[in-house]
């Protein structure tokens, strides 16, 4: 199982968006590197749910449940998405001001990679911030 992180704009689409809606198409990802995170994603991977811009915090899991297909809000081959459902919420949502303070986390994709919208998280960054968010979600 591998861990990651996606971002998205709480204004465009938000934690209780994803939670009503269960199961959802992570699509709209024009950038290569994070593209190719999303083609390396494998059904039972977890992913960190990162509200980005106005709120900057992690606020839940949610689950890889089908891989990379062509991502439908394009005629262009090169993109993709997944689909990914709810797993749960972080009772403590994580800041990016608590991620960026705390010395367990200084070499996270996040802080290294800070525009890129679907990152890569170590089995220990995933622990650890599941932990800091106190999310009891089925691992």
């Known amino acids: 199982m591998a861990y990651w992180l996606i971002k998205s704009e709480p204004e465009a689409f938000s934690w209780a968006q994803q ?6 198409p992570w699509t709209g990802v024009r950038n290569y590197q994070a593209r190719n995170n999303l083609s390396a994603m494998r059904c039972g991977d977890l992913a960190l749910f990162y509200h980005s811009v106005s709120e900057k915090q992690i606020v839940g899991v949610v689950e890889v449940v089908k891989e990379a297909y062509a ?12 689909d990914v459902q709810a797993k749960g919420a972080f009772s403590e949502p994580v800041t990016l001001a608590a ?17 890129l919208s ?22």
Request: glycine residues 4%.
């Open 19 to 24: 939670v009503e809606n269960d199961v959802e």
């Open 71 to 82: 991502d439908p809000t394009t005629d262009d081959a090169r993109w993709v998405c997944v």
């Open 99 to 115: 991620i960026k303070s705390d010395p367990a986390l200084v070499d996270m994709a996040l802080l290294k990679q800070s525009r």
């Open 118 to 139: 679907v990152a890569p998280v170590t089995d220990d960054e995933f622990a650890y911030l599941t932990r800091l968010g106190a999310w009891h979600g089925n691992r």
